[in-house]
């Protein structure tokens, strides 16, 4: 079956080394369209059909199997993490704690939730959300911010609830109002590095995430922090 070319009319460009390049009306150009000093010449109906069909015959066409971009169409925008450094990163006071494990924020298979997701409360993503996993003997806990080149920024919060212990995405909040309290009492001040300076402009709190915390005393949790690129 003969293909017809709904263009009837080619344009053809003759370049100063007198080799021809075909151009197609209607948006569907196979090389760069003629300038106004081009020569142009039209082709005939018969001729237009016959490089028609040559230029969109089934060899001509790209593959799916051959083209990456066809193979892979939908391009993954998932940030990159980068986990910041703290500052005189405290260990443990007491033995007992040593081996107390991190709190871990998990996000479709991958560490680390957006913490301007936990403040406005979007956190249905968060693997097990409803775990009540703050283990706390007091009624308060204090989260320490230990950013590199600030001062150690510390706030408490409930540990507890009426009908139990925090549960992970509340404490991911509680993390997230901490800090957004530390950038915004920070922001005015630079830092030695400066690289890891917070507020608009530098490293902004929506670009924050919460990778896991990390308890270093009867009731005082570490926050691990990452930003995203």
Known sequence: ?????????????????????????????????????????????????????????????????????????????????????RTNTSLPTQNEFLQCPSIQFWVDGKQGVRLLDALQGDVAPLQDGDEEVMHASSAKVSYRVEWLGYRPFTRQKYARRVRGLQNRAKIAKQVAEVVGEFVTAQSRYVPSPAEWRVGRGYLEFSHLYLLEIRRISRSTWVPVLAYAT
């Open 1 to 85: 079956m003969v293909s017809i070319n709904p263009f009837p009319l080619l344009v053809q460009k003759m370049s100063a080394s007198s080799a021809f390049q075909w151009h197609e009306f209607g948006g569907m150009s196979t090389g760069t369209w003629p300038s106004s000093d081009d020569m142009l010449f039209l082709q005939s109906s018969s001729s237009s059909e016959e490089l028609w069909n040559d230029l969109h015959s089934p060899s001509q066409l790209p593959s799916p199997l051959s083209d990456p971009l066809l193979q892979n169409p939908m391009v993954s925008l998932e940030p990159l993490l980068t986990e910041i450094p």
